[in-house]
C-alpha cells in the first residue's frame, strides 16, 4: 500500500518536473534567440541543477507523505477486516488532524458505534424473546424449509430429551407421525395445521399447532392437554357410572312395582316381598343421592373448613361413642387402640363424616374378625389416625385404587351391602383439604387398616384477653358436640 502510495507521488512530482524543464527550455531557448548567448547557457544549467536539487528533496518528503497516508489507510483496512469478522467493538484512534481523511475516520467509527448498539439491541431483544418462550408452557420448534431445526425451547427440548439438536432433521428427533405430517403440512402447502399427538412422550397428549413462517420454514405450537384429556375422561366415566349406579335400582323398582299393577289382587306376602325390595333400592338410591352431594361438595373450590384445635384422643373417642351402637347391632365390636392428647387442627363435621366412612367401610368386611379398632399416633408434624378391620383384606392389585370414585373391589358384593363406591372418596377429599393425606394397607386374610393424618395445631403463644374468650369458646363448642373440652 505505501509503494504504490508512492509511486503515484513520485510520478507527479516527476511529471512535474519534466514540464517545468520543458517549461524552462522553452523561455531559455527564447531568450538564446533574442539575446547574449553565455548568460542564457548558465541560466539554463542552473535551472536544470535546481529542478534537480528540488527532485531530491521532494523524493523523502514524498515518501514520508506517503508513509503517512499509507498507514491511516492500512489501519481503516485493518478495521474493516475486524467489523466484517464481527468485532463491532473495533474503533480507530482519533485523528489529530482535519481534512476528508479524518472525517472519514469519524464517520468509520461512527457507523461501527452504531452497528454495535443495533445488534446488541437485537440481541437483547433475541434474548428476551428466547426466555419467553421457554417460560412458555407450551413446547415450540421452528424448522428450515429443509426439514432441520432451527431453533426449539426448554419445554421442547424436555419433551425430546438429547435427540433434538440445532441443525439436526425433525424426523431423527421427532418420531409422532402426527407431529411430522402438520410440519409437512406447513412446510410445503404453506398452511396452518391442526393435529394431536399422542405418543410424543409416554402417558401424555399433545394439541399441535404449526404454522408457516413468511421468512421460509415452519413453526409448531405443542400444547400439554394431558390434564385436560383426564377430566374428560373422568367426567365421562363419572357420567356413565352414575348412570349405571341409577339404572340399576330404578329398573328393579319399575319391574316390581309393574308386577304388582299387572296382579288384580296379589296376596299380602307378596305384596310385602315387592314393597320391601322396593324400598331396599330406593334407599340406595337415596344413599348415592347423599354421597354425590357430599362428594360435588368436598369436590367444589367453595368448599370451606371450620378447623380448630382439637385433641386426638377426643376425636378418637367421639368416633367410637357415636357409631358404637350401628357397630354393636351388626354382632362386631368397636374399640380404640389408644391416642396421644396432642392437639390438631380438625372439622368436626368433616371428621364425624371421615370416621364414619371408614368405620361404615370396614363394618361391611369385618364381620368374619368381629372387630374393629380405631386409634392414633403422634408423629413429628402431625397425628396419624387408623381405623383398622380384621375380615378378608384387600388384594395389592386393589389398594393404589380403592379411593377412586364408583371403585369397587368386589361389585357384587358392595352392591349385597348397599355401597356405592363413593364414600373413601369423599374421605380422601376431606383428608386433604385438612392438610393431611391417606393410606391402605393390608393382606389377605389379616384385615386391612386406613390411616389418614391431620397436621399439629399451632403452639399457643399464651391465653390473655381475647384469647381467654375464643378458648372458653372453644370449649363450649367442644362440650357441645360431646368432645372433651381443653385443658
Not at 86 to 108: C, H, I, K, V, Y
Not at 153 to 172: E, K, S, W
Not at 281 to 298: E, F, G, P, Q
Amino acid at each position: 500500500m505505501t509503494r504504490k502510495v508512492f509511486t503515484k507521488l513520485l510520478g507527479l512530482f516527476v511529471l512535474l518536473l519534466v514540464l517545468h524543464a520543458v517549461l524552462m527550455y522553452l523561455v531559455f531557448r527564447s531568450l538564446t534567440l533574442y539575446g547574449g548567448g553565455e548568460t542564457q547557457r548558465l541560466s539554463v544549467r542552473d535551472a536544470l541543477w535546481s529542478g534537480l536539487i528540488a527532485l531530491g528533496a521532494t523524493v523523502p518528503v514524498a515518501a514520508w507523505v506517503a508513509g503517512g497516508i499509507s498507514a491511516r489507510f492500512s489501519r481503516v483496512v485493518a478495521f474493516a477486516l475486524r467489523i466484517a469478522e464481527g468485532d463491532l467493538n473495533a474503533r480507530l484512534p482519533a485523528a489529530q488532524t482535519f481534512g476528508e481523511l479524518s472525517s472519514m475516520e469519524s464517520a468509520l467509527n461512527r457507523t461501527a458505534e452504531r452497528l454495535g448498539e443495533s445488534f446488541a439491541e437485537i440481541d437483547s431483544r433475541r434474548q428476551e424473546l428466547a426466555a419467553i418462550l421457554d417460560s412458555m408452557r407450551e413446547a415450540v420448534v421452528t424448522i428450515t424449509p429443509a426439514g432441520q431445526v432451527r431453533w426449539s425451547n426448554a419445554v421442547m427440548q424436555r419433551i425430546a430429551g438429547t435427540h433434538i439438536r440445532v441443525g439436526r432433521p425433525l424426523v431423527h428427533s421427532v418420531r409422532d407421525p402426527a407431529v411430522l405430517d402438520c410440519v409437512r403440512g406447513a412446510l410445503e402447502n404453506r398452511e396452518v395445521r391442526f393435529g394431536r399427538a399422542g405418543s410424543l412422550a409416554p402417558g401424555r397428549v399433545f394439541e399441535i399447532h404449526a404454522a408457516p413462517l413468511p421468512s421460509g420454514g415452519a413453526l409448531a405450537v405443542l400444547h400439554d392437554v394431558t390434564r385436560i384429556e383426564s377430566a374428560e375422561k373422568s367426567r365421562r366415566d363419572f357420567i356413565a357410572n352414575v348412570s349405571h349406579e341409577l339404572r340399576t335400582p330404578l329398573t328393579s323398582i319399575q319391574g316390581y312395582v309393574e308386577t304388582l299393577l299387572e296382579e288384580p289382587f296379589p296376596s299380602l306376602e307378596t305384596a310385602r316381598e315387592f314393597l320391601g325390595i322396593v324400598l331396599k333400592n330406593a334407599t340406595r338410591m337415596n344413599r348415592l343421592t347423599v354421597d354425590l352431594l357430599a362428594l360435588a361438595s368436598v369436590e367444589s373450590p367453595d368448599y370451606r373448613l371450620a378447623r380448630q384445635a382439637m385433641r386426638a384422643s377426643a376425636l378418637v373417642e367421639d368416633a367410637i361413642e357415636s357409631l358404637g351402637g350401628m357397630v354393636t347391632d351388626s354382632g362386631v365390636h368397636l374399640e380404640s387402640s389408644g391416642a396421644p392428647d396432642a392437639l390438631v387442627m380438625a372439622d368436626p363435621d368433616a371428621m364425624n363424616q371421615v370416621f364414619g366412612n371408614l368405620i361404615e367401610n370396614a363394618l361391611k368386611y369385618a364381620k368374619a374378625g368381629k372387630r374393629i379398632c380405631v386409634g392414633a399416633r403422634l408423629l413429628d408434624a402431625a397425628v396419624e389416625f387408623t381405623v383398622r378391620d380384621f375380615g378378608p383384606g384387600i388384594a395389592s392389585e386393589h389398594i393404589d385404587r380403592i379411593f377412586e370414585r364408583f371403585y369397587r373391589i368386589d361389585k357384587a358384593r358392595s352392591r349385597e351391602v348397599g355401597g356405592t363406591g363413593l364414600g373413601l372418596a369423599i374421605v380422601q377429599y376431606i383428608v386433604i383439604a385438612h392438610g393431611g393425606g391417606i393410606r391402605a394397607e393390608s393382606e389377605l386374610g389379616a384385615g386391612a387398616a386406613f390411616h389418614f393424618t391431620l397436621p399439629l395445631a399451632p403452639a399457643p403463644s399464651g391465653r390473655t384477653g381475647a384469647a381467654e374468650l375464643s378458648a372458653a369458646a372453644l370449649e363450649t363448642s367442644n362440650a357441645g358436640n360431646g368432645i372433651e373440652p381443653l385443658k
